[in-house]
């Protein structure tokens, strides 16, 4: 099961890590140059991978896993 976590491309794990902060998708793409269709790809691909029913689901996942760090 760690093999699929252990995927997650830095695109990934940069886009949950910046939702997990409460950014926007638009907040992101201003944020990062990286277009909008990229970090919806990168967003349902790491749900995907991190076998999550919604976005919600995938960032406290990649907080317990510690592939992003918890929001304090």
């Known amino acids: 099961m760690t093999d699929a ?7 990934e794990l940069r886009c949950l890590a910046l939702a997990a902060l409460g950014r926007t ?8 140059d990286i277009p ?6 990168a967003l349902a691909e790491a749900t995907r ?3 999550a029913g919604n976005l919600a689901e995938a960032i ?10 918890s929001i304090q």
């Open 5 to 11: 976590f252990d995927r997650l491309t830095p695109l």
């Open 60 to 69: 406290c996942r990649a907080v317990r896993l510690k592939l992003i760090h």
């Open 36 to 41: 909008i269709d990229r970090i919806d790809g």
């Open 25 to 32: 998708r638009h907040d992101m793409m201003l944020e990062t």
């Open 49 to 51: 991978k991190l076998k």
